[in-house]
């Protein structure tokens, strides 16, 4: 840390040196390139991250899914035993705190990404639940 101190102290020394007027101009037209190049950079990654988290944390097991199809059509035609709707009300509890941890998800990125929340779910071709 105190190398990187020094570093910096001699670099605006350097700066402070420097009478030309058009050679601070152009530095200073370097350093916000390399700023903006370093911001998109950090931003691409939490992007990048975001919708990892969305991919992996924000959806059911393959095996739950599964099974919770198959419940959800036993339900629908009536024919589940009580011990597989408590197991369907599990997964629909479950899936809806996929569901509030996605929203989240979408809202953060949508705020990285400085667009509206429809419009990234349009992006990412994502549609709303039916039911709401």
Known sequence: MEVANQI????????????DVESLLSIKQQLQIAL????????SQLELALLQQLNTECVLSEKDWERFQILISKRDNNSIKNSEKKELDA???????LRVKRVQLLGAL????????????????LQPPANG
């Open 8 to 19: 910096r102290h001699d670099i605006v020394k350097l700066l402070f040196d420097l009478s």
């Open 110 to 125: 949508s705020e990285v990404k400085q667009v509206p929340l429809l419009q990234l779910m349009q992006q990412l071709d």
């Open 91 to 97: 997964l629909i509890k479950a899936e809806e705190i």
């Open 36 to 43: 903006s190049i370093k911001q998109e950079k950090q931003q």
